[in-house]
């Protein structure tokens, strides 16, 4: 995982392994020596795999690490490795920042590091914030290294070791060990994980082999109950360059089976091998938070999000066509992986890759699956196996591989080079549009209408314009009611979820049908916008559908109740709903899990301003403000919480703080226009507003608030251009 600190509702996913508590034999596992005795080749590849080293008892066969007594320094905490009584011990700070002493009981991973899992109450794992570099000593490993070495993690950090943020149990187990079950017991808040399996084996990706194995021994030939499918058969037609699939892709049920854990997503039922993906999981789509704006990852997303942005997915490449399916190793080294699909003597020569051959510039991977280092020691590869465009990075702010290894040089460089090879892309590839619409601009919405309706983009990219569409036209109503239609269900998700931000008539008149839809993820997102529908307003029978689809919705969200997303989801919900105790509940349960989950202070200070208790709404925005003094949205809360209070000079300056601190959200902006307005500040108001709108061109709401603002302070002609400007842009936002 990157150093950086991912707060406030984000997801951070560790990358531990296994359960805690106990094996069990869950009805229908065999395990994986079972399948080995009639499976031996398979199973020897898989041994040595990352999935099958992926969690162990932490005895002398599993632990790498040094513990003759080594010892590390962090924050001002001296820890200590040691071996006594035949256990391997720690001496470290615990949650209340004393030094207490652990011993290990699981490891989980090999390379390049390997971490370790220390017991606690309430059938709590943690992962040790101290891991192993396994790397050898000549690349630098064979060291105890801290996962944060940039920071200064304490006890009270919620990201510190015994914190919620690395709780082994809610965040990692299920994707690192075979038929696991949370065990969660929402009461209680405890857990008692357990598994079929310690680590990845045979059924995780095969289901439950016990009948199959039942079945061959009596002499059968029962099938398993999924099949992940085959690597493709690709031939080259004659004169051709690249290779096609002259078999049926695998890709769907392969995506099916490993997407779930290599994916940055959200849990909405329990996953069982064979299960539809966006039945059990909801997808992130190309936030910027996670990835650049072009689509390249930024932050710890594994692969899903950028494979599915790919020419290679769209041509119906699956994870096995590069990946032998058990060992998990590439089926050839270096750029012979791509040559059994990409003719090497047109692409493996200087003419397409312009360096020395053998050089690290001449290696495919490196051009078109550049690396992103986590967890300190961790290189992965991009999985959108994209052409290098020095313009795009330059633009969109986001990696170049050309600067990335030559590091003494700029943007500018790579231009004049790539243009001197004759290279130059298309100004209208879907990873420039995808970069462009996220610009708040007249051409950065006609770029995200444009690749929302490419009926050839990849799926992801489309998906996440779809979601990001800023509706200000008729035409953009209906390029969504067309991807509510499209048989693909990612973009069926992305429009659904773009449903939210559309007048309420017009979003509910698109959710009805979505309620019915084949996929549960796409049904959650309508169920949401109709949430706030009053019965009233509804015929019995679709108060009766309504109530169906309110139930799925809440037992989705059970479905991750271990995780704070989970029971913000049912808060958010049943505020939309009215029912604020309900509301209340389920933001105080999320404040158990993760006590510096912002957003949920927010909330809940909302719904105490709703009741009229601004004294509790205040004392939530205080703890709000104690875990991150340095969010804006605290900040703006607090301005307006002091609005209310009558405290305008204080008001005033928190509002000013959130807009310093965020100086592109609009909202910020306008809020703080409007404030020093009332306070007779007129001149500032106006300079606060057009900053804003010179930052956000496409905002109607502040030309709107400008004009006004002018006209109060009697300076009719610049009130007169700021409405002629507002009408331009409607104009513009028309075609």
Not at 506 to 531: G, K, N, Q, S
């Given at each position: 995982m990157t150093a950086k600190r991912l707060r406030h509702g984000a997801w951070i996913l560790l990358c531990l392994i296994a359960t805690a508590a106990a094996a069990v034999e869950p009805a229908g596992y065999a395990g994986s020596a079972v399948c080995g005795e009639c499976h031996a080749t398979q199973f020897e590849a898989w041994s040595g795999s990352h999935h099958a080293l992926a969690m162990a008892e932490a005895d002398r066969k599993n632990v790498l690490g040094d513990f003759n007594d080594a010892r590390i320094d962090y924050?001002?905490?001296q820890t200590r490795f040691f071996e006594r009584g035949g256990r391997f011990h720690v001496?470290?700070?615990?949650?209340?920042?004393?030094?207490?002493?652990?011993p290990l009981v699981y490891t989980f991973g090999v390379t390049p590091l390997q971490q370790y899992l220390i017991a606690f109450p309430g059938g709590r794992y943690q992962a040790l914030g101290i891991a192993w570099d396994s790397r050898a000593k000549a690349d630098g490993g064979q060291r105890w290294f801290h996962l944060y070495p940039e920071e200064r993690i304490t006890a009270t950090d919620p990201l510190h070791w015994t914190g919620p943020y690395q709780r082994w149990n809610s965040r990692c187990a299920e994707c690192h060990s075979t038929g696991l079950d949370k065990g969660y017991d929402r009461q209680?808040?405890?857990?008692?994980?357990?598994?079929?399996?310690?680590?990845?084996?045979c059924e995780s990706c095969h289901g439950p082999g016990k009948a199959h194995v039942d079945s061959a021994r009596a002499g059968g030939r029962s099938a398993l109950p999924v099949d992940p499918g085959?690597?493709?058969r690709w031939t080259f037609a004659a004169g051709a360059r690249i290779a096609s699939r002259v078999d049926a892709s695998a890709q769907g049920p392969q995506l099916a089976v490993c997407a779930p854990c290599h994916s940055r997503r959200q849990n909405i039922a329990a996953y069982r091998p064979g299960t539809a993906y966006l039945d059990a999981h909801v997808p992130a789509l190309l936030d910027t938070s996670l990835y650049f704006a072009d689509g390249q990852i930024r932050d710890e997303v594994f692969e899903y999000g950028s494979f599915l942005q790919s020419r290679m997915a769209q041509r119906g490449v699956s994870c096995t066509d590069c990946h032998e399916a058990h060992s998990v190793r590439l089926r050839a080294e270096g750029n012979a992986v791509c040559h059994r699909c990409h003719e090497p003597d047109v692409f493996d020569s200087v003419a397409h890759h312009h360096h020395e051959p053998g050089s690290t510039g001449a290696q495919c991977a490196n051009c078109h699956m550049p690396s992103r280092t986590y967890m300190v020691v961790d290189p992965r590869r991009d999985h959108g196996f994209r052409v290098p465009d020095p313009w795009l990075s330059e633009a969109a702010d986001s990696p170049d591989v050309c600067t990335g290894c030559h590091r003494e040089r700029d943007h500018a460089w790579a231009q004049k080079t790539f243009a001197a090879w004759g290279l130059q892309a298309h100004p209208d590839t879907p990873q420039r549009l995808l970069a462009r619409s996220r610009n708040p601009t007249v051409e950065g919405v006609r770029a995200g209408r444009q690749l929302a309706g490419d009926p050839g983009a990849p799926p992801m990219q489309r998906a996440t314009a779809l979601a990001e569409l800023r509706v200000m036209a008729e035409s953009d109503l209906q390029l969504l009611a067309a991807a509510l239609r499209e048989p693909e269900p990612l973009l069926r998700l992305g429009a659904a979820q773009a449903l939210a931000g559309l007048p309420p008539?017009?979003?509910?008149?698109?959710?009805?049908?979505?309620?019915?839809?084949?996929?549960?993820?796409?049904?959650?997102?309508?169920?949401?916008?109709?949430?706030?529908?009053?019965?009233?307003?509804?015929?019995?029978a679709q108060r009766a559908r309504r109530e169906q689809a309110l139930k799925e919705y809440i037992e989705a969200q059970h479905a991750a109740a271990d995780l704070a997303g989970g029971p913000m989801n049912v808060a958010a919900l049943e505020l939309a709903r009215g029912r604020l105790d309900e509301a209340e509940k389920s933001y105080r349960e999320a404040l158990v899990l993760e006590p510096a989950l912002v957003p949920a202070w927010l909330n809940l200070a909302d719904l105490y301003r709703a009741r009229g208790n601004e004294a509790q709404a205040g004392e939530a925005i205080a703890r709000a403000l104690a875990v991150a003094p340095e969010a804006a949205s605290v900040h703006h809360a607090l301005g307006l919480h002091l609005v209310r209070a009558g405290q305008q000079a204080r008001a005033l300056e928190e509002l000013a703080r959130a807009q310093s601190l965020a100086p592109d959200d609009a909202r910020y902006g306008y809020v703080l226009a409007v404030a020093l307005h009332s306070a007779g500040r007129g001149s500032e108001a106006i300079d606060v507003a057009r900053e804003a709108s010179r930052r956000n061109p496409v905002d109607a709401s502040l030309l709107q608030l400008l004009a006004s603002l002018y006209r109060d302070q009697g300076k009719l002609p610049e009130a007169g251009a700021a409405m002629r400007q507002l009408g331009e842009l409607n104009a513009a936002l028309a075609k």
């Open positions: 924050a001002g905490v001496l470290t700070d615990g949650p209340d920042g004393k030094l207490t002493e652990y209680a808040q405890s857990w008692n994980t357990r598994w079929a399996e310690i680590s990845v084996g085959r690597a493709g008539e017009y979003a509910h008149a698109m959710a009805w049908p979505l309620l019915d839809d084949a996929t549960r993820a796409v049904r959650l997102e309508a169920t949401r916008v109709l949430a706030p529908l009053p019965d009233a307003q509804l015929s019995a």
